[in-house]
């Protein structure tokens, strides 16, 4: 079956690094997403991303994430200056075609982001 | 406003018994779906079971219903025959059109559901 994969699975960093975390959607699927969720704690939307464009993000989305999608495979996330507050378990999710309903999302396995 | 609410932070259940993981919900859109998701202590995110506000029928897969009363905009997940492995982590989740085009899924904050031997 095909999956969502996501790179590295553990990310240690410091705080004021740059980080970039990569996701692979499922190949046919055409809207994607970040979520995170720290330790524990509610799964918390970021942003989502259509025809090479955010087309919706949240307040926890400021201008220290941005989101791209280099090379038609790829569908990263970018955190310029990491804050302690960053550190969370980040999903990237897939869903095969926009505006309906019974879109399930399709979950990559996360990466841990621990910022010291 | 909280749009999904989930009151029980954790529940025990025993083997082989059914559990109910209540789940409530807020939308003004007439359309929208509700999903309910497994995060086992290993992380992943795992689909169980969708339910659409038009469906006329609950939702079944398997071991798992859902208990749907439109009215009372809630959406419980039963569980039947508790097996071992159901101890994780499940959260409810909404997708609506008041998010611009049924967009973003909205997730509550979980319950931990135990099984005890």
């Known amino acids: 079956e095909p999956e969502v994969t996501q790179t590295p699975s553990h990310q240690v960093t410091q705080m004021g690094q740059e980080v970039i975390l990569r996701c692979v959607p499922i190949?046919?699927?055409?809207?994607f997403y970040w979520y995170r969720q720290i330790l524990g704690q509610k799964v918390e939307f970021l942003v989502s991303?259509?025809?090479?464009?955010?087309?919706?993000k949240s307040e926890i989305f400021d201008d220290q994430f941005s989101v791209e999608r280099p090379d038609g495979s790829n569908f990263t996330l970018k955190i310029r200056s990491t804050k302690l507050e960053d550190s969370a378990m980040y999903f990237c999710?897939?869903?095969?075609?926009?505006?309906?309903?019974?879109?399930?999302?399709?979950f990559g396995s996360g990466t841990q982001l621990s910022v010291l | 406003a909280q749009k999904i609410t989930q009151t029980q932070p954790g529940m025990f259940v025993q083997e082989k018994e059914a559990v109910t993981l209540d789940c409530t919900y807020d939308?003004?859109?007439?359309?929208?779906?509700l999903f309910w998701y497994k995060q086992p202590s290993s992380g992943e995110m795992i689909f169980l079971i969708y339910?659409?506000?038009?469906?006329?029928q609950n939702a079944t897969e398997g071991r798992y219903s859902l208990n749907f009363q439109k009215a009372r905009k809630s959406a419980n997940l039963v569980i039947s025959a508790s097996q071992l492995g159901d101890s994780a982590m499940y959260f409810c989740?909404?997708?609506?059109?008041?998010?611009?085009?049924?967009?973003?899924?909205?997730f509550g904050t979980g319950t931990k559901l135990q099984v005890i031997p």
């Open positions: 999710a897939s869903s095969k075609t926009p505006g309906q309903t019974n879109e399930k999302l399709f």
């Open positions: 190949s046919n699927h055409l809207y």
């Open positions: 991303f259509y025809n090479n464009e955010i087309s919706e």
């Open positions: 939308t003004s859109d007439p359309s929208y779906g």
């Open positions: 989740a909404m997708r609506d059109g008041n998010s611009g085009g049924y967009q973003k899924v909205t």
């Open positions: 339910q659409g506000s038009y469906d006329q």
